[in-house]
């Protein structure tokens, strides 16, 4: 749910190879800068709004018997070919309505508890996206990350959700076909370049009905979740564990609401709010950025390396002065001394940027890419912030991270609008919520306008009544998912504790406040929740 480019990110702390495992996971609403959020159009309204939607219903206690020889399987683990990690594919059916007609394989990972003391079961963990691999994140992060003592005690575990990664990937545009989309201008000036945009989203969206047609109409969040309570039984856990970023809060959410009963310590940091249609959560996440854009102005100026003014130089005056260089990128873009030809225009140059809002560690990164760009006439910098928000490899391959996240979006929600027209007029207030990012994500909406299958969700409350405490876990100044979303989820669920991070980036576990760790850890570890209103810095 997101705007093009895909909520990725998360977690940052220590070496630049465990910030950028932490940004893919959680880079869920800046893929949506390519790959626009989808959200709806829809006739009820959201909680900012007035009534609020039907509550997400549970599913029957009992497994159903068409379900049983799924919720029967024995997972086969066999190693993975990293040290430490067993592998396994699960089963599940394509269509829950139809079990029988046809089944999906899954990609699951685990890494068993280390240490000593009562096994607590197994701890799933999903990064975001949607279309961030968990698996990739449980390997590269999660299972050797993770506090020790939560190591010792649970078995990570990670599933890659349908669609994603390793399970059956959704799959649409080739590498260079990507490149191309990818530079597409989000901030056309004229019909020209409305039509050439409108054109690139259909393109996008026809390829993926052409090479995915099976999947595309299975891969929602309700799927998603169901397919996790198979896992859990698979697992051999009465009770699902659970650690959820930015869209993987949804995806735990979902989870929630539909079973209830099978929630065990569940964890949803940077949460969603599964009550807003696709455009306000699109505007909301656009203020977003605008509110982190505005804490690195602050510290930009602060710095003397800082390309965009010196010091008592106002937030306004810096964000002024970026367009200013956008605005010559979209016509002369810079050189990037890249391999395949891109330069780097206004839409790299975006997308790197919204990169490195995700996390403050990114900050200095994104000067000396900046001063490049700016001064030297050099676009490696942005274009290798760019390429790690994308997940593009030096080969010119982009995992399925674009594709997937749009996949799950416009199924999950109806599109935030129906054509350009529609985005013209809403573009006033777009600018007004970001003078800066405003425009191209507003643009970047437009992607499910033109999707081949029709949305299967709506925007809806989740309540989980019967469910077990449940932590939220909301930053104040979080681009991606507005601390606004995580009190709404946190008034939604019956059984919340809303744990408050007053601090910078996208997500607050593992980011360095050893108030927010320690809350965490110790519900994990001892089923202790923080107490009510329970805020950290």
Not at 127 to 149: D, N
Not at 249 to 267: D, H, I, S
Not at 393 to 401: I, M, P, R, T, W
Not at 518 to 523: C, P
Request: glycine share 10%.
């Amino acid at each position: 749910m997101y705007t093009r480019p895909s909520p990725r990110t998360r977690r940052t702390r220590g070496t630049r190879a465990r910030t950028t495992a932490r940004l893919t996971a959680t880079l869920f609403t800046a893929a949506a800068l390519l790959v626009s959020a989808c959200s709806s159009g829809s006739s009820t309204t959201s909680s900012a709004g007035g009534t609020l939607q039907a509550a997400l219903a549970a599913l029957p206690h009992a497994t159903p018997s068409a379900l049983a020889s799924y919720y029967g399987q024995r997972l086969s683990w066999r190693d993975c070919g990293v040290p430490g990690f067993q592998c396994a594919t699960m089963k599940a059916p394509l269509d829950y309505a139809r079990p029988d007609a046809g089944t999906v394989r899954l990609a699951v990972a685990r890494k068993k508890a280390t240490g000593k003391g009562k096994p607590l079961g197994s701890l799933l963990v999903n990064p975001g996206g949607p279309g961030g691999s968990a698996v990739g994140y449980l390997q590269q992060y999660a299972g050797i990350g993770y506090p020790a003592q939560v190591r010792a005690r649970y078995d990570m575990v990670a599933v890659d959700p349908r669609g994603v990664a390793r399970s059956e990937p959704v799959q649409c545009l080739d590498g260079r076909q990507m490149d191309t989309y990818t530079q597409t201008d989000i901030t056309p000036d004229d019909q020209r370049e409305r039509d050439a945009l409108v054109a690139a989203d259909r393109k996008f969206a026809e390829s993926c009905g052409a090479h995915s047609a099976r999947l595309l109409r299975h891969v929602s969040t309700v799927e998603a979740a169901r397919d996790m309570d198979i896992l859990r039984a698979a697992l051999g856990d009465r009770k699902l564990n659970y650690v959820g970023a930015s869209y993987g809060t949804f995806l735990g959410a979902t989870y929630a609401g539909l079973f209830p009963r099978q929630v065990g310590r569940m964890v949803l940091d940077g949460a969603m709010d599964p009550t807003l249609d696709a455009r306000r959560l699109n505007l909301d996440q656009t203020a977003g950025f605008e509110t982190a854009f505005q804490a690195f102005a602050k510290d930009c100026v602060r710095q003397s390396d800082c390309p965009l003014g010196g010091r008592g130089t106002t937030p306004a005056r810096v964000g002024a002065n970026l367009k200013a260089f956008f605005r010559k990128l979209d016509t002369h873009p810079v050189p990037a001394g890249d391999a395949d030809g891109r330069k780097v225009g206004e839409s790299l140059a975006t997308t790197g940027l919204i990169a490195s809002m995700y996390d403050e560690a990114s900050w200095e990164q994104l000067r000396e890419a900046l001063t490049s760009a700016m001064r030297e006439n050099d676009g490696a910098g942005l274009l290798a912030l760019a390429d790690s928000y994308y997940e593009r490899d030096a080969k010119g391959h982009y995992s399925n991270l674009m594709m997937a996240n749009a996949a799950v979006n416009c199924l999950d929600l109806p599109p935030a609008f129906s054509g350009p027209e529609d985005v013209g007029k809403a573009l006033p207030e777009f600018e007004k919520a970001s003078p800066v990012f405003g425009p191209g994500l507003a643009w970047a909406s437009l992607n499910c306008a033109y999707w081949p299958v029709r949305a299967t969700g709506e925007p809806h409350r989740i309540e989980a009544k019967g469910a077990a405490p449940i932590v939220v876990v909301g930053t104040v100044r979080d681009p991606a998912t507005p601390y606004r979303w995580a009190r709404s989820l946190a008034r939604q669920l019956s059984s919340s504790r809303l744990l408050t991070y007053d601090g910078d980036g996208h997500t607050a576990y593992g980011r360095g406040s050893a108030c927010i760790d320690t809350a965490i850890d110790t519900y994990l570890l001892r089923g202790t929740p923080p107490a009510a209103g329970k805020r950290c810095s």
